[in-house]
């Protein structure tokens, strides 16, 4: 299978790069939204210093992928390998082309076109006042379990893989100066990035160099003791201004970014030469939530989160990347572009090197040289199957690079640490970006307050407030460790099938709305756009919401008590607002096709 690993990233990436100049460019950018360089933007128009600032596109890009990926595109699909990894590749690829992308751009574009509001706003303009704080309850909930899952995730990685602690540690102060250097200098964006890819370099080489590793504190273990600070850091970074710190920090993620995309290429097409293979399909329906045998559909979209499409993308590019863009043309690549980057992060970066570390006989010599025996007994026991998840990722990226190189226990060790590295800083942009947005959604759940009593408005829904109550929400489900056939697990091994089952289904409930916005506002009403766009998004909703009503049948019974009240009653009270909404969603396109009717008789 040499040959045709080869032929799958290549494919991969012409699959990319023909749904951005023919899917995104020709048809979305132009054809449906008609985006225009003259209509002024509301990070313009809006301008406050704090959340409304235009950034560089380039900059914009680095941000916004920053934020949506997250873990989210590299825990889940190796989760996915239960499946093996055709099925999975095909899902990613599906959705990215299909759904996802489309879903981006359209809520980046509905927001700009709003004034910068979120897509739940946005669904107030075509379904209603009641569908808005529907959406926002339901969002928020959303954000809640995100928070929960990326918090354990990020702890579990700084306790396994202390350089990208470091890296963390190096890495926040280092954004802070490009961020300075950035908007109070008159240092230039190219003077600037040289410095930038510098400072990136060295932080990587000294994390390598120096693991940070932290001991407990107060009786509380590493692990616990990472979830405290990481929820600290998560409320303190929300509630800066974004050119103090997201901003920059996400541009300096851009180049780790096409580093970690770049290495994964080249590592996987070199590898390919060394014959490494993995299986194609193993099984439909593999043990994978707590034990239960877990089929294909609808279960894939409750493990792949992010990889393939996304509702918390929606929020992103609604709540905070809307209110920074400089130019409507730019849109396409910060947000069309920004899924399908992730998606190949997706693909190539985890797929592609978990499929080829499958059972390879010198993959416990990787294991061994970074000092982890526990996970060579696990290796050899269960195959790859028997690694944690992040350590899975983590090691077949080594594994795949190192292989290549032809040093596994030299270039393999490094290439590890990097992907860690790289992992932690994605997840850390999640944590706080979440952050700032169940701030945002907060405060406009209780917008209506604000004309009733401005002194209750301002008590409750301050930005301090907003986001301490997210993050200690989302702290009290990721704190408590999960007990499964006898053996303690971090929280995010129960919480990840709730998170991103409930984040799959607000990608099919914002696409859905973005489709009413192009029929009803835009008025686009060529049957082939309408179903260009609607006919995935009903495909996504059955298929999720379907998933998510197996797993509260069969999975949730199985969880501890902490994660069934936390996580399941989130899930349970989804599946009721999703039903709201739906019927919100269908009167509101009863009434733009009535108005529509009306629109022509007064034509003739």
């Not at 560089?56 to 890009?61: D, E, H, I």
């Not at 470091?166 to 240092?187: E, F, N, Q």
């Amino acid at each position: 299978m040499s040959a045709p690993l080869g032929i799958i990233v290549v494919s991969v990436l012409v699959v990319y790069g023909l749904a951005y100049m023919l899917y995104g460019r020709r048809i979305l950018e132009r054809q449906i939204v008609k985006a225009s360089a003259d209509r002024k933007t509301p990070a313009i128009v809006k301008f406050d210093g704090v959340d409304y600032v235009p950034a560089n596109k380039y900059v914009l890009y680095g941000h916004h992928f920053a934020s949506i990926a997250g873990a989210g595109p590299i825990v889940g699909p190796a989760i996915a390998m239960a499946y093996g990894w055709g099925l999975p590749l095909i899902w990613v690829l599906f959705g990215n082309v299909f759904i996802g992308a489309v879903h981006d751009y359209l809520a980046l574009m509905a927001s700009v076109r709003h004034g910068g509001l979120s897509i739940m706003s946005v669904s107030e303009n075509v379904m209603g006042r009641k569908a808005k704080y529907i959406f926002l309850i339901y969002v928020y909930a959303a954000l809640l379990l995100v928070l929960a899952a990326f918090f354990s995730v990020n702890a579990k990685l700084f306790t396994v893989n202390p350089s990208a602690a470091t890296k963390a540690m190096i890495y926040m102060p280092a954004a802070v100066l490009v961020g300075y250097l950035l908007y109070r200098t008159r240092m230039t964006p190219s003077t600037t990035s040289i410095l930038a890819v510098l400072i990136l370099l060295a932080a990587i080489a000294y994390s390598i160099k120096v693991p940070f590793r932290i001991p407990g504190i107060g009786g509380i273990d590493t692990y616990h003791t990472w979830l405290l600070l990481l929820a600290a850091y998560s409320w303190i970074a929300s509630v800066l201004p974004v050119w103090y710190l997201l901003q920059p920090r996400d541009y300096l993620n851009a180049f780790l970014l096409w580093s970690f995309v770049g290495l994964a290429i080249v590592g996987s097409l070199a590898a390919a030469v060394h014959g490494l293979t993995g299986p194609f399909y193993t099984e439909f329906s593999p043990p994978i939530f707590s034990g239960v045998p877990t089929p294909f559909w609808p279960a894939i979209a409750l493990i792949i989160a992010c990889g393939s499409l996304s509702g918390f993308h929606s929020v992103v590019a609604s709540g905070t990347t809307s209110k920074q863009l400089a130019n409507e043309l730019d849109a396409l690549l910060v947000g069309y572009g920004g899924m399908l980057t992730e998606g190949a992060v997706s693909s190539l970066a985890v797929i592609a090197p978990i499929a080829l570390a499958w059972n390879q006989p010198d993959f416990p010599q990787l294991l061994e040289s970074m000092g982890k025996a526990k996970l060579v007994s696990a290796y050899t026991q269960h195959g790859i199957l028997g690694l944690d998840k992040v350590s899975r990722f983590v090691m077949g990226y080594g594994y795949m690079v190192g292989k290549a190189a032809g040093s596994i226990t030299g270039v393999g060790v490094v290439a590890a640490k990097f992907a860690a590295i790289a992992l932690a800083t994605f997840i850390l942009t999640t944590l706080d970006s979440a952050t700032r947005l169940a701030r945002f959604a907060w405060q406009e759940m209780f917008d209506w307050l604000e004309e009733r009593s401005p002194r209750a408005y301002k008590a409750i829904a301050n930005m301090y407030v907003g986001g301490a109550i997210a993050v200690l929400a989302g702290l009290a489900m990721a704190y408590p460790n999960v007990v499964i056939k006898g053996k303690e697990l971090p929280a995010y091994n129960v919480i990840w099938p709730a998170f991103a089952g409930t984040n799959q289904l607000l990608a099919a409930l914002a696409l859905l709305t973005s489709a009413l916005w192009v029929y009803a506002v835009l008025k686009v009403r060529e049957t082939r756009y309408t179903l260009l766009i609607q006919t995935p998004a009903w495909f996504l909703w059955i298929t999720v919401t379907t998933g998510l009503a197996w797993w509260t049948i069969k999975v949730l019974p199985k969880l501890p008590a902490i994660q069934k009240v936390g996580a399941g009653t989130l899930v349970i009270i989804s599946l009721a607002i999703d039903l709201l909404l739906i019927a919100l969603y269908v009167t509101g396109l009863y009434r733009a096709r009535k108005e529509r009717v009306v629109e022509a008789l007064r034509a003739t």
